[in-house]
């Protein structure tokens, strides 16, 4: 009988080995939740106890609320990638694994990285971390898990192009939702707290449509129920004192 021939990422998934770190993820509905700042405030609560714990990397879009909570916390510089005569600044997963911390905070899973790149995508990249025995922090929005494209297209009118594999949310030990409600999230565009207000503007006739907010949020919700689902009470380790998330936060 013949199988059907594997995904390329299903090849890299079978081809890895057993993590050694642990993975939490902090999945959202949209940008501006809070996400990073959750993220951010579990890292200065884990620091507090003792944890060794470091920033692989932070994207701050200008949010002054979320890089007010980097402070005191480590930071691992960024590698400069150079790509038809720009640079750009990506993760140094090198420079984590010599620097080897108990628990690494990492931004923006979804994220390609620029060609020339060792590896196509961020996630791979917290592979590598979690391989190497680091524990990893990460966030995402529940329009980049890749079985939803096809739901957020319908949901959104927007192809999303940057997906994470359903296999590696799975693999998570945690994953934790950061709610707001439609309401405080539409509040916080128009105050200017997500994008400068003239791209504020352009976001709620586009993506930021209350309609399309609530379909995301439910999705998000759904999702999150089911992970919970799927997962026994998580190990302990570095993330023994976990904060849950709270609506309200920036």
């Not at 057993?18 to 509905?29: D, M, S």
């Not at 020339?116 to 190497?132: M, N």
């Not at 494209?149 to 940057?162: K, S």
């Amino acid at each position: 009988m013949s199988s059907s021939t594997p995904t390329s990422a299903e090849i890299l998934r079978d081809a890895q080995p057993k993590r050694g770190g642990h993975l939490r993820v902090f999945l959202g509905y949209a940008p501006g939740v809070g996400k990073t700042f959750r993220m951010l405030e579990e890292a200065q609560h884990l620091k507090r106890q003792g944890k060794d714990i470091v920033i692989g990397y932070f994207e701050p879009h200008g949010r002054k609320d979320t890089i007010a909570k980097t402070a005191g916390l480590e930071m691992i510089p960024t590698r400069k990638i150079n790509y038809r005569d720009v640079a750009f600044q990506e993760m140094d997963t090198d420079a984590i694994i010599r620097r080897h911390p108990a628990i690494c905070v990492v931004d923006e899973l979804a994220h390609t990285n620029v060609p020339g790149s060792e590896r196509a995508k961020r996630w791979e990249d917290v592979q590598v971390l979690l391989d190497a025995g680091i524990d990893v922090i990460t966030n995402m929005n529940i329009q980049h898990l890749e079985s939803l494209n096809d739901h957020i297209f319908n949901i959104t009118g927007v192809r999303v192009r940057e997906t994470v594999p359903d296999w590696f949310v799975k693999c998570a030990d945690e994953v934790v939702m950061v709610d707001a409600t439609t309401g405080a999230l539409l509040n916080r565009l128009k105050r200017g707290d997500i994008y400068a207000l003239e791209k504020a503007q352009q976001a709620m006739e586009n993506f930021f449509k209350e309609s399309t907010l609530a379909a995301l949020r439910e999705l998000a919700l759904r999702q999150t129920a089911h992970e919970v689902e799927c997962r026994e009470e998580p190990p302990g380790g570095a993330f023994d004192a976990f904060v849950p998330a709270r609506e309200g936060d920036p």
